[in-house]
């Protein structure tokens, strides 16, 4: 069984930045790929960004050049650098792994419990 926990949420001001960190609690043998999504109130649940095992990454348009995805192997983390953020990426983001824990495995996808970002003055 595999946890993933996230931290880094919050309430900061327009402008401002969060980091989000979600750390698996073991190692996997291989990752397809890691994401962030979030779900704003009302609003379906959307991809952010994403990074895949050969480290190619992609964004949603409306956080282009705001957020950046990274991971450490080293350490099953993987990160989400929110800068200028603005009211609209209010919402409860969530972490994503896609992988297989051991050779002989299935590919299983693992969901972090949400934390929630709030952008207001």
């Known amino acids: 069984q595999v946890q993933l926990v996230e931290s880094g949420g919050g309430l900061v001001q327009p402008g401002g930045s969060l980091r989000l960190s979600c750390a698996a609690s073991?190692?996997?043998?291989?990752?397809?790929?890691m994401g962030w999504y979030r779900q704003a109130p009302g609003k379906q649940r959307e991809l952010v960004a994403s990074i895949t095992g050969g480290g190619t990454t992609s964004y949603v348009n409306s956080v282009k050049g705001r957020f950046t995805i990274s991971r450490d192997y080293t350490k099953n983390t993987v990160y989400l650098q929110m800068n200028s953020l603005k009211p609209e990426d209010t919402a409860v983001y969530y972490c994503n792994f896609e992988g297989r824990v051991g050779a002989g495995s299935y590919t299983m996808t693992y969901w972090g419990q949400g934390t929630q970002v709030t952008v207001s003055s």
């Open positions: 073991r190692r996997f043998f291989s990752i397809n790929a």
